[in-house]
């Protein structure tokens, strides 16, 4: 997998500044890369704020570009700079075509946008293209409602950039449990150009969580997390209501709030469960895999990376999932409850405390997801390593044909 230069180059580019979800992933992708090429490097371009607070291996490194945040009528605006959107995408797209250009990568792996934020990928797209670097379109299993997605990408006119740009689009997923693109118009040339990979298995836990983190029970425990937690505040009331309202749960509860929750609400719960014996809470762990490992539980709202954690560790899960502004995790739920995967509990906005207590306390009793077979269910990394050889040893050849022919 070695190019003419000696080594390979992979560009990553994730276009979220709020949540967590498109950064472990992508994390995770570049992880499993250079463990598997010891030729490779990578590069992750993304607008994370808080990016700098994960680790990454050796030949990992990011391209901080400036954060956006999406505002409640579904505009993006700057996330601390004085720009309007607009200056805002234009320096990012800048720095995306100039990190693309100088890196001149082997491949090139966009996540989830197909033109990036407003189009920002695009000149990119277009200039890798003409050097024949492969495209690769990332997308998870749930994108979301179908009669919802179309109109999306109608909107944003991608199917030219699918059809003539993108070499493979990769389903970090498994067609038995959801098609993304299962309802879209698709052309056959894009369709064959689809490839499932399963999901991303995540990497037993190599270190502990920070001093101020360990985990603070001597007996089992469950894992409470809302992600990002941006959107996780209903999740965390209610399972602190069920702890209020039932002193004798037999297990404790560890509760990370994520980064992205209002301060404000952060520390409106810490007080509740200060006044709790059997809850402790902290604000964000970034190596959460040792929390996860040790629970016998998992809570959560069931985004991507959470629903990759709980198969990878084999936990019995219960997922409040979302439904605005996506039912993406509603139905990547609910089609995991009907395999026998996990456990749902819908929140019907009433949130009766007594029903989070019956859930919580059947919980480690549970099913866990090895209980069922499901071929292929966490092969993810394996096939995307492979995928990305043989992508990346094509465009060697190429390399030195045109060399070979000056």
Same mark, same amino acid.
């Given at each position: ?8 180059? &992979? *560009? @990553? ?95 090139? @792996? ?26 690769? *379109? ?11 997605? &179309? ?31 299962? =309802? ?26 920070? $001093? ?29 209501? &069920? ?11 560890? *509760? ?28 964000? =762990? ?55 995967? *996990? ?15 019956? $859930? ?47």
């Amino acid at each position: 997998m070695i190019s003419e230069r000696g080594h390979q180059r &992979a *560009l @990553i580019y994730s276009h979220d500044s709020f949540g967590l979800g498109h950064l472990r992933r992508c994390r995770a992708i570049a992880h499993a890369l250079v463990d598997q090429n010891p030729d490779m490097s990578v590069i992750i371009l993304s607008g994370s704020p808080i990016i700098g607070n994960f680790d990454f291996r050796r030949r990992v490194d990011f391209v901080r570009v400036p954060g956006v945040i999406k505002l409640r009528n579904g505009d993006y605006t700057s996330y601390s700079l004085d720009l309007d959107i607009e200056e805002t995408v234009a320096l990012r797209a800048s720095i995306i075509k100039h990190t693309a250009e100088i890196f001149d990568p082997d491949i090139f @792996i966009v996540d989830k946008e197909p033109l990036g934020l407003r189009g920002e990928v695009a000149e990119t797209l277009e200039m890798l293209k003409e050097r024949g670097t492969p495209l690769v *379109l990332g997308l998870r299993d749930v994108m979301d409602e179908p009669s919802l997605l &179309a109109p999306e990408w109608k909107r944003k006119n991608v199917m030219p950039a699918l059809e003539n740009l993108y070499d493979e689009i990769w389903v970090y997923g498994l067609p038995q449990i959801c098609d993304p693109l299962a =309802e879209i118009d698709l052309t056959p040339q894009v369709r064959r150009k689809m490839v499932f990979t399963g999901y991303l298995e995540r990497e037993d836990a190599r270190g502990a969580p920070t $001093a101020d983190h360990a985990i603070p029970f001597d007996r089992p425990y469950l894992l409470v997390t809302p992600g990002g937690g941006g959107d996780g505040e209903a999740l965390v009331d209610w399972v602190l209501r &069920a702890y209020e309202t039932d002193a004798t749960a037999p297990y404790p509860a560890l *509760l990370v709030f994520g980064p992205f929750m209002q301060q404000e609400k952060q520390a409106e719960f810490a007080r509740r469960a200060a006044a709790l014996k059997l809850v402790e809470a902290i604000t964000f =762990e970034a190596n959460i895999e040792p929390l996860i490992q040790g629970a016998a539980g998992i809570v959560a709202m069931g985004g991507y990376n959470t629903f990759c954690e709980i198969l990878s560790f084999d936990k019995p899960a219960l997922v409040v999932p979302r439904t605005v502004p996506r039912m993406e995790q509603y139905i990547r739920a609910d089609r995991a409850q009907e395999l026998g995967l *996990l456990r749902m509990l819908v929140d019907d906005g009433v949130r009766r405390a007594q029903d989070m207590a019956t $859930a919580l306390r059947h919980l480690p009793q549970q099913n866990r997801p090895s209980d069922v077979v499901v071929p292929g269910l966490l092969d993810g990394l394996p096939n995307v390593n492979r995928l990305a050889r043989r992508l990346s040893d094509r465009r060697g050849k190429s390399i030195a044909a045109v060399a070979e022919s000056g």
